[in-house]
């Protein structure tokens, strides 16, 4: 039986905050970006969003770079496989009980109304 460890929690309870995504989100679709351009996309002040980016830092899915007295944060993806692979066997669970299902309505006589 494989168990979730300290890492597999920090990157679950990372991806559990919809504003996390959204920074995951702005960082996929716009690239790498400092704080401000962030912070320009929530109504919260500076010190929440500092929070959520160091969750996401602590978590591997955001990377920080200095670029003078800017931060610039750019998205790793790569701990988002480790989240695919424990997924996967829930999708195989739900695919193959779709498919059984579906053999099941295949085989039921259809309910003509005429």
Known sequence: ???IGAHEDRL??????????????LLRDDGP????AIADHFDMRRPSLSEH????REAGLVSEERAGRQRIYRLEAA??????????PYE?????RLKGLGDLLDR?????ET
């Open 1 to 3: 039986m494989t168990t």
């Open 12 to 25: 679950f309870a990372a991806l559990a905050n919809a504003t996390r995504r959204e920074v995951l989100r």
């Open 33 to 36: 970006q400092p704080v401000q």
């Open 53 to 56: 980016l160091k969750v996401l």
């Open 79 to 88: 701990p988002l496989a480790d989240v695919q692979d424990w997924l996967h």
């Open 92 to 96: 195989r669970f739900w695919r193959d």
């Open 108 to 112: 039921m006589p259809d309910d003509d």
